[in-house]
């Protein structure tokens, strides 16, 4: 008998059909003896939905609490999911208890539309699942100090599910979705992309900070904070399919590097054209000028990515950097009135038609001149690099948006990707 926290997403919660789909699959788990867990999200386009109301009413904050009520707003969706869930799986004869965040409790930070878990109780999960019930957790929900619902972020609830498997030490962690595991990229834009068996925590913490949409990137913290194994699956099999067959499906998010890994140097190829470039023209080349710039935009709480400085000439300089897209507007507006006057910078510019192309793999380590090897392929392809950023385990570009599909087309062929690894 195992532990499992199974987590469903929006389109396998999608309607009434496939709630009894995960309602099917979930009875097979519990009646082979296991203890389980289920953390669904709200049915797809919910959320969606329900934050489109809000803004109907009121298009963005006029009010402090206006993201206390956005919480409260949003967190109903998934309420919804886990009474469903529970009814069906009462039509089908298996006992089930629905707990929202708030009972069970999950205390969060009050940051709201962006909570963080900070302890999850496991006294009444227990209980139940001692009492032979599937336990169904609201995704995405929790409860700040003073009792108000929070909410964790938009794909909130693989880390819901993950900080629940850590709390009560399951044995794994299943995210069910739809999409059959990680692949080396995105499939809609490299049909020869491959799921990959396993990939290494760190390789999957790059890819879900990098772009990959599968998993929300603070799911992957939690999983290797607490060292919980998960599993990302699909939940579009028949629901009666064998167990054993069924876990061993997906893709494994693994913390033992050797035996499950495929032995390529790069295992997979992130991208996103989420970001934009901002350029400050002609800023004194002295120190603090960075901080000044770089401070002004933390401190609206916009996060940098991807920097660079040019050589000066005339002792004048120009920085650049990546925002966040949905951040360039309020960026470039705080350093034209606020930062450029003070440093006699001669212009901001933004460029919101950039993307993000990224080599991942931890093979990288070992292998000197991939970088390079990056770095030809896209010059064969006449693309031009804007920006480079390195770690031990990844390679950065910022190209022109309109080459990104091109770019990882020519990237996944040029480090066999295609092709299956060789041991
Ligand atoms: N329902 C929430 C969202 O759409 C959380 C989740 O699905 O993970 O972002
Ligand atoms: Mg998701």
């Known amino acids: 008998m195992a532990l499992i926290v199974q ?6 919660m999608g309607s009434t059909e496939r709630i009894a789909s995960v309602a099917q699959r979930v009875a097979k788990w519990a009646r082979a003896g296991h203890q389980v867990v289920v953390v669904p999200s709200a049915m797809s386009g919910e959320t969606n939905r329900l934050l489109g109301l809000a803004k109907e009413l009121a298009p963005a904050k006029l009010t402090p609490d206006y993201y206390r009520e956005l919480d409260m707003i949003a967190a109903t969706g998934e309420q919804v999911s886990v009474g469903l869930l529970a009814i069906a799986l009462h039509a089908l004869g298996q006992p089930a208890v629905s707990l929202a965040g708030w009972q069970v409790p999950i205390r969060t930070t009050d940051a709201y539309t962006k909570a963080r878990i900070e302890q999850i109780d496991d006294g009444k999960v227990r209980a139940a699942l001692n009492a032979g019930k599937v336990v169904i957790i609201t995704g995405f929900q929790g409860v700040d100090a ?10 909130g609830s693989d880390t819901s599910a993950v900080a629940v498997a850590a709390a009560l030490g399951a044995d794994e962690c299943l995210i069910f979705t739809d999409v059959d595991g990680i692949y080396t990229t ?4 490299v049909p020869e992309a491959r799921r990959m068996g396993a990939i290494s925590f760190e ?6 900070s990098l ?9 992957v913290e939690f999983a290797g904070k607490y060292r919980v194994p998960v599993r ?5 099999t028949p629901p009666d399919i064998d167990i054993d067959i069924e876990d061993r499906s997906g893709t494994l998010i693994t913390f033992e590097e050797d035996e499950q890994m495929e032995h390529a140097v790069v295992s997979g190829i992130a ?5 934009a470039k901002i350029s400050v023209l002609g800023v004194p080349d002295k120190p603090g000028i960075a901080y000044q710039i770089l401070g002004a935009v933390a401190d609206a709480n916009i996060e940098v990515d991807v920097i660079i400085q040019n050589v000066s000439k005339d002792g004048k300089t120009d920085l650049s950097f990546t925002v966040p897209q949905a951040d360039l507007a309020r960026a470039v507006d705080l350093l034209k009135e606020k930062v450029a006057p003070a440093l006699g910078a001669a212009d901001v510019l933004g460029d919101p038609r950039i993307c993000k192309v990224s080599i991942v793999g931890i093979g990288m380590r070992s292998h000197v001149g991939v970088a390079a090897q990056m770095f030809r392929v896209l010059s064969e392809e006449g693309i031009n690099i804007q920006m480079i950023s390195t770690s031990e385990i990844k390679t950065s570009v910022v190209i022109d948006e309109k080459y990104m599909e091109l770019a990882v087309r020519a990237l996944h062929r040029a480090f066999d990707l295609d092709q299956p690894p060789s041991a």
């Open 186 to 189: 995105d499939p809609r834009v």
């Open 203 to 208: 390789e999957m913490l790059e890819m879900a």
């Open 271 to 275: 991208f996103s054209r989420d970001e």
């Open 232 to 236: 990302v699956l699909s939940s579009f």
């Open 146 to 155: 003073a009792g108000n619902v929070t909410t964790l972020g938009r794909g």
């Open 211 to 219: 772009g990959s949409k599968v998993l929300q990137i603070r799911s």
């Open 7 to 12: 987590k469903y997403g929006g389109t396998s």
